[in-house]
């Protein structure tokens, strides 16, 4: 099976993706923030979470936004269609057994990493955050949407080994999950900056002289948050951080983030309470 293959056959999937579509076609035809109004208002759900979001310590809002046009405005018209299209897709493969819900937690867990940390880094919005945290799994929840019996093995044996995981991938379907999911994302016209970061953050630091500054960045940002999680799950959670801050700050990928060992230190203090807003905006 080739990469082409597969990533044509996501148009097999069943999830619903009819609002991001329309949103996206508005913001490329240079609509008004009224008219992508008017198509998010009747998506409650989708409203309600944009709402929150633009609520949310990270859009630095001085005071409560009540209203749709406000937190569109607060997000961006360029923000909301990112946002729509990662809520669209964030469930890939929940309902494929307990691997996929392994990776939509993942994925949220991820996402309130990346959130924490990019505050430290110049470019890098709260909505690139979210975006490439939620996504930065969504090629092996393709995989597992569209051959759930043939990869639910694959991740029994190697969940935790990327590396691993990557060489099985790449034997039995001509791809990996980085891979896919930028040319899924390419496919749906996310932005290209987001699915290169998608796509190369296993590998960042060996495509450095091949990225932008923006994907760059955003890559080794989904690198350094998910070993952010793994510190601060390992120290218990509610403990001092300053140590886990210095191995994070001496990593290779840092190189490219020159995030400081205070400051890392400052997001896994951060963490907790991250992950709890974002588990209450998308599993509640």
């Known amino acids: 099976m080739t990469t082409t293959t597969m990533v044509d056959r996501i148009d097999e999937l069943r999830v ?6 329309r949103i996206h076609e508005l913001v490329r035809s240079h609509a008004s923030t009224k008219e992508i109004q008017a198509v998010v208002a009747v998506d ?3 409203a309600s979470r944009l709402l929150k979001l633009a609520n949310s310590a990270q859009y630095g809002s001085p005071r409560a936004i009540t209203s749709l046009d406000e937190a569109l405005t607060r997000i961006g018209l360029l923000g ?13 493969g929940v309902e494929r057994g307990p691997f996929g819900g392994a990776l939509q937690r993942h994925g949220i867990e991820v996402a309130a990493a990346c959130q924490v940390l990019a505050v430290s880094l110049r470019g890098v919005t709260p909505s690139h955050a979210f975006v490439v945290g939620l996504l930065h799994d969504l090629g092996a929840q393709l995989f597992l949407e569209l051959e759930p019996s043939d990869y639910a093995p694959v991740l ?5 080994d990327d590396e691993k995981l990557m060489k099985a991938e790449h034997a039995m379907f001509g791809v990996d999950h980085g891979v896919l999911a930028q ?11 987001l699915a290169s970061a998608v796509g190369q953050h296993h590998t960042v630091i060996r495509v450095v002289s091949n990225l932008p500054d923006l994907p760059l960045k955003l890559a080794a940002l989904i690198h350094q948050s998910e070993a ?17 801050g210095e191995q994070l700050a001496a990593l290779p990928v840092n190189r490219i983030l020159r995030i400081s060992p205070g400051r890392y230190a400052s997001g896994a203090e951060r963490l907790g309470e991250q992950l709890a807003r974002l588990k209450g905006l998308l599993q509640g």
């Not at 619903?16 to 579509?21: E, F, M, P, V």
């Not at 909301?80 to 890939?92: N, S």
């Not at 994302?185 to 290209?192: D, N, S, T």
């Open 44 to 46: 409650p759900v989708l």
């Open 228 to 244: 952010l999680l793994v510190g601060w799950k390992k120290s218990g959670q509610e403990g001092r951080h300053e140590k886990l």
């Open 16 to 21: 619903d993706t009819s609002t991001a579509r």
């Open 156 to 160: 029994a044996q190697y969940l935790h």
């Open 183 to 193: 040319r899924a994302m390419e496919r749906w016209l996310l932005p290209r900056d």
């Open 80 to 92: 909301t269609r990112d946002l729509a299209w990662a809520l669209a897709l964030h469930a890939l």
